[in-house]
């Protein structure tokens, strides 16, 4: 069987993990590569020995011989790619978040919905290692019927330094952070029908909020606390791992850090020690992400041969951004 034919645009920072994840799965290729900075094509084209090289999607995309595009470039660009992508009738997988605005965001879904085209989000957190652990405890009936969840993200990490982008955003942490940690809550406890939320820069030198309290309503008395910081002194920094507590009827799960999972029901406690695979770029701490974005790929494929919509696909996805602009709604109401 022919290998599907990937075109990455954005050669930055974060692509760098997409681009070694797509060699890694089996049945892709890495057909092009497009940046607009030639520099970077160059880089990529040596490093990733991919032979086609773009400075311009328009391009890329007119020279045919591509069957999807996965887009790894900053959040204002994604709405016109995305666009452009499902005009030319290519399947397309965008980074978080989606967009900046939820105007753009439903706008790229009924975009790719009418061209009748595949849109993934590359959401990744829910699939880093712990993350499919806890939910596989759920999906078993682990602790009953959850009833409360806390995910947390605090950490004092200086994440300006390899993405200085975020430093002058508007909006800094529930968009670039936070999404991924409502995303979990979703993915945990189910769809979200409202959100309360608390914002605050502590950070003089940014311009968006870097700390984020938010309380969410999943019905029937459901509910979960999502926090994030990157304003947290706190040593040994856990940055990049995300903290979880499941209450159910009938027990309790806990993720803490260094991907210790406790399983307590009644008096009885029982723990695995869940860390993610190694790759042969994995570079500490980063490895939880740099995981998951090779299982995040590889389940896109699996979807895109099967013909089935990616568990985050731009409509489930849409949910996320909801609920995001929904909290910097109810944040700012409240200042
Ligand atoms: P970056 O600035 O390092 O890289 C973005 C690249 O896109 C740059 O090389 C830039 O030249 C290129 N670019 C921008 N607009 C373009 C256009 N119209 N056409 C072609 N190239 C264009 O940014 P980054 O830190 O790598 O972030 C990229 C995306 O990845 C963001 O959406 C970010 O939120 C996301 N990200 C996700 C994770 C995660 O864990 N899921 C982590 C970090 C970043
Ligand atoms: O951009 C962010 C993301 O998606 O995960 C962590 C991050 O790199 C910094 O907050």
Not at 87 to 108: F, H, N, S, W, Y
Not at 215 to 235: E, F, K, M, N, P
Not at 276 to 284: D, R
Request: glycine share 8%; with cysteine.
């Amino acid at each position: 069987m022919s290998k599907v034919r990937i075109g990455v645009v954005g050669l930055g920072f974060f692509a760098q993990n997409q681009l070694e994840a797509w060699r890694v799965i089996e049945g892709v290729e890495i057909a092009a590569v497009c940046d607009r900075d030639p520099a970077k094509v160059e880089a990529a084209r040596q490093r990733y020995g991919v032979e086609r090289g773009y400075t311009d999607v328009a391009e890329m995309l007119s020279d045919g011989g591509i069957d999807a595009v996965d887009v790894a470039t900053t959040p204002p660009s994604h709405r016109a790619i995305v666009e452009q992508v499902a005009r030319a009738g290519k399947a397309v997988i965008c980074q978080k978040p989606m967009a900046e605005t939820l105007e753009d965001a439903r706008a790229m879904v009924e975009a790719c919905r009418r061209a009748g085209v595949s849109f993934t989000v590359h959401e990744n957190f829910r699939f880093q290692r712990p993350m499919r652990e806890v939910a596989g405890l759920l999906r078993d009936g682990a602790i009953g019927e959850p009833f409360f969840a806390r995910i947390s993200f605090r950490t004092p990490y200086d994440v300006f330094a390899n993405q200085p982008y975020l430093a002058t955003e508007s909006r800094f942490i529930i968009l670039d952070l936070g999404i991924h940690l409502l995303d979990l809550a979703r993915c945990f406890m189910g769809d979200a029908r409202d959100v309360s939320c608390w914002t605050k820069r502590v950070n003089p030198k940014i311009r968006g909020e870097d700390v984020a309290t938010m309380v969410l309503d999943h019905g029937g008395g459901r509910t979960s606390i999502v926090d994030c910081s990157y304003a947290t002194h706190q040593v040994p920094d856990p940055w990049p791992q995300t903290i979880v507590i499941i209450e159910g009827t009938e027990g309790t799960i806990s993720l803490e850090a260094d991907y210790r999972l406790h399983l307590t029901r009644g008096a009885e406690i029982t723990t695995r020690h869940v860390p993610p695979p190694a790759w042969p770029w994995s570079k500490l701490p980063l490895d939880i992400i740099q995981d998951s974005v090779v299982a995040l790929q590889k389940h896109w494929v699996e979807s895109y041969l099967a013909g089935r919509p990616a568990e985050t696909s731009g409509e489930d996805n849409l949910k996320v951004v909801e609920l995001v602009h929904a909290a910097y709604a109810d944040a700012e109401r409240r200042r």
